[in-house]
C-alpha cells in the first residue's frame, strides 16, 4: 500500500456529510431569533441615544436609511412622526422610532 | 454596527456563509466526534457563536474567506466538549452513508471493509493529525486554510498531513498484516 492508495481510501472515507433537515430547521429558527433579539437591541440603543439631544436626528436618519428596502409605507410614517416631533419634543420621537424600527422589523419578517 | 442597514447587510453575509458551509461544520463535526446526535449540537453551537462574533470576523479577515474562521470554531468547541465529558472520538458506525458512489455487490462489500478501517485508523491518529485530514479529505481544505485553521504555518501544515497519512498507511499495513 503506497502513499497515493492511502489518499484514495481517504477520499472515499471521509465524503461530505449532508446535515438532516430536523438541524438545518432548528439552527435556521435559532439564528433568526438571535437576529430579531440584535434588531431590538439596535433599537433600544437608538432610544438610549437619543436622550442626548446632538443624537436627535442622526437614529432617525438611520432607520430610514436603513429602512429603504422595507418600503415606502415606513418612510411615510417616519415623516408623520418626524411632524409630531417637532411639536412633540422627546416623548414623540422616541416614539417614533419605536414604530419605525418595529416596523422595519416587521417588513424584514423577524 | 452604526444602524439596521448595517445589520441587514451582516444578516445578508451570515446567511450566505451559513448556506454555503454547513455541510462543511457538519462533516467535520460528524468526523470529530463520531457520532451524529452530538455531530448536531456541535454545528448549532459552532454557528450560533459564529453569529456572535461575525461582525468583527468579517472587520478583519480583509476579504479573506471565512471557513478556517468557522472550522477554528467547531475545532475550539470540540475540544471543550472532550475536555468537559472526558471523552474519546468515537469511530463512526454509520458509514452506510459515507458510500456515496455506487458499487457492484461484492465492492460494496469490500469497499465498505475499507472504509471502516480506514475511519477506525483516521479515530486512532492524534488529534492534530486526525483534524488535518478531516479537513484536507472530507472539506477539501487546501493547506493555507487548513493551517489558518489550526492557527499554524502553511510548512508545519504540509508536515502534519504528510506525517498523517504516513501514519495510517503504516497502521493500514499493520490491520492487514493480523488479518
Redesign the interface.
Known amino acids: 500500500?503506497?502513499?497515493v492508495?492511502?489518499?484514495r481510501?481517504?477520499?472515499?472515507?471521509?465524503?461530505?456529510?449532508?446535515?438532516?433537515g430536523?438541524?438545518?430547521d432548528?439552527?435556521e429558527e435559532?439564528?433568526s431569533e438571535?437576529?430579531s433579539i440584535?434588531?431590538e437591541e439596535?433599537a433600544d440603543w437608538e432610544l438610549s441615544s437619543m436622550r442626548d439631544p446632538r443624537n436627535w436626528g442622526r437614529?432617525v436618519a438611520?432607520?430610514v436609511?436603513?429602512?429603504?428596502?422595507a418600503g415606502a409605507l415606513v418612510v411615510v410614517r417616519v415623516r408623520q412622526q418626524q411632524k409630531k416631533r417637532e411639536s412633540g419634543g422627546l416623548r414623540a420621537v422616541e416614539k417614533s422610532v419605536r414604530g419605525v424600527?418595529s416596523d422595519?422589523g416587521k417588513r424584514?419578517g423577524r | 454596527?452604526?444602524?439596521?442597514?448595517?445589520?441587514?447587510k451582516l444578516?445578508r453575509d451570515?446567511t450566505e456563509l451559513?448556506r454555503a458551509h454547513?455541510?462543511?461544520v457538519?462533516?467535520y463535526a460528524?468526523?470529530r466526534i463520531g457520532n451524529?446526535h452530538d455531530a448536531?449540537d456541535l454545528?448549532?453551537q459552532t454557528?450560533?457563536q459564529a453569529?456572535?462574533h461575525f461582525e468583527r470576523a468579517q472587520r478583519e479577515s480583509n476579504g479573506r474567506p471565512l471557513r478556517p474562521w468557522l472550522i477554528r470554531i467547531a475545532h475550539n468547541l470540540a475540544a471543550n466538549y472532550y475536555r468537559d465529558r472526558s471523552r474519546k472520538p468515537q469511530t463512526p458506525l454509520e458509514?452506510a452513508?459515507?458510500?456515496?458512489t455506487p458499487h457492484l455487490t461484492e465492492k460494496l462489500v469490500e469497499?465498505r471493509e475499507?472504509?471502516q478501517e480506514?475511519?477506525a485508523g483516521?479515530a486512532k491518529l492524534p488529534d492534530d493529525r486526525r483534524e488535518a485530514?478531516?479537513m484536507?479529505?472530507?472539506?477539501d481544505m487546501d493547506n493555507r486554510e487548513i493551517a489558518r485553521a489550526l492557527g499554524r504555518s502553511e510548512g508545519a501544515t504540509k508536515v502534519l498531513i504528510h506525517r498523517a497519512?504516513?501514519q495510517?498507511?503504516e497502521s493500514?499495513?499493520e490491520t492487514?498484516a493480523n488479518e
Open positions: 500500500m503506497s502513499e492508495d492511502v489518499e481510501l481517504l477520499r472515499s472515507a471521509l465524503v461530505p456529510i449532508e446535515p438532516s430536523a438541524l438545518t432548528r439552527l435559532r439564528l438571535l437576529t440584535a434588531a439596535l437614529p438611520a432607520v436609511i436603513g429602512g429603504a428596502a424600527a422595519v424584514l | 454596527m452604526d444602524h439596521p442597514g448595517d445589520k441587514d444578516d451570515f451559513y454547513l455541510r462543511d457538519y462533516s460528524y468526523y451524529h448536531e454545528t448549532e454557528f450560533l453569529y456572535r458509514d452513508d459515507v458510500l456515496s469497499g475499507e472504509v480506514v475511519l483516521v485530514l478531516i484536507r479529505f472530507a472539506l497519512i504516513r495510517l498507511e493500514l499495513k492487514a
